[in-house]
C-alpha cells in the first residue's frame, strides 16, 4: 500500500490486515524511528553524520505487526506519540532521501515481511515504495492518491486529535513539501508501481476504499 501522506493509508491498511487475520507493517514509522534517532544525537538530517546514526540505529528498531497494538520500539522503548510530532516530520524526508539509510531499511523491511509472511500467511505493508521497490512481486499492490487540499484537512484532524496544534495552512505547506521531497530523491521516490491499482480516495470514504480492497483479496483467491 504505497502513496502520499493524508490519503488514508494506515487506516485502510490497519483494517485490512486485521480483517484479512494478516499482520500489518508502518514503513514509514521505520524512517521516522532512524529520524528520532538522528535527531537525538544532536544532528539535523541532512548531514552525512545523520546517515551514520540512522544506518547505525537501524537494528535498534523493532516493528510490532499486530494490526490491533501496532507499536514501534527504538532500543526498546516505545516511541510512538514522539515519531509522529513535528520535528520528526520536518527532518524525515532528508534522512530517508539517503541511499545507505534506506539500503539498511529495505533489507530489515524484507527480513520482517518473510517473517510475518510465514507466522501469519500474509502481511499488508505500507510505504512510499513497497510496489515499487522492497516487494516488486506482491501479490496486490494499491497506491492511493488524494488532492493536497484533502490531504491536509485530513492530517490538520489527525494532528488536532493527537491534541497536537494543526494550523491548516501550515500543514498545507508541510505535505506539499514532503511530497516534493519524496517524489523527488533519486533513489526510490514516491510513484505508483506500473501495476498497481491506483485509488482516488477524494470521495472515497475509508469504509468504501477497505470494501473494494477486500473484493479484490478475494477475487484473487489471497484469503482462505
Ligand atoms: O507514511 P509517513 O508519513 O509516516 O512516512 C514518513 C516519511 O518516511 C515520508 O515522508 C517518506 C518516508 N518513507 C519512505 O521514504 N519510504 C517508505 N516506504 C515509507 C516512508
Known amino acids: 500500500m504505497d502513496g502520499p501522506s493524508g490519503t488514508g493509508k ?3 491498511s490497519r483494517r485490512l490486515a486485521a480483517e484479512c487475520a494478516a499482520a500489518y507493517l508502518d514503513t514509514g514509522a521505520m524512517y521516522r524511528a532512524l529520524t528520532l534517532a538522528v535527531l537525538r544525537a544532536g544532528l539535523d538530517g541532512e548531514s552525512a553524520a545523520s546517515a551514520d546514526v540512522a544506518v547505525g540505529a537501524v537494528r535498534s528498531v523493532r516493528s510490532v505487526t499486530d494490526p ?6 527504538l532500543d526498546d522503548e516505545d516511541v510512538e506519540p514522539e515519531i509522529r510530532g513535528p520535528e520528526v516530520t520536518r527532518a524525515v524526508s532528508a534522512v530517508s532521501a539517503f541511499p545507505e539509510v534506506r539500503e539498511a531499511l529495505v533489507g530489515r523491511q524484507r527480513e520482517l515481511i518473510a517473517d510475518a509472511v510465514a507466522e501469519s500467511g500474509g502481511i ?3 510505504g512510499r515504495d513497497i510496489g515499487s521497490v522492497v516487494v516488486p512481486d506482491a501479490p496486490l499492490k494499491v497506491y492511493l492518491t488524494a488532492s493536497d487540499d484533502i490531504r491536509a484537512a485530513r492530517r490538520a484532524a489527525q494532528d488536532r486529535k493527537a491534541g497536537r496544534a494543526a494550523d ?3 500543514v498545507l505547506a508541510d505535505v506539499r513539501r514532503r511530497d516534493r521531497l519524496d517524489s523527488t530523491r533519486k533513489i526510490s521516490p514516491l510513484h505508483a508501481a506500473a501495476d498497481a491499482l491506483v485509488l482516488d480516495t477524494d ?4 469504509d468504501a476504499v477497505l470494501k473494494r ?3 479484490l483479496v478475494a477475487e484473487r483467491g489471497m484469503v482462505s
Open 213 to 215: 480492497l477486500l473484493e
Open 10 to 12: 494506515s487506516t485502510v
Open 68 to 73: 490491533k497494538a501496532p507499536a514501534l520500539l
Open 203 to 206: 470521495e472515497l470514504s475509508v
Open 124 to 126: 499488508v505493508v505500507e
Open 168 to 170: 491548516l495552512d501550515r
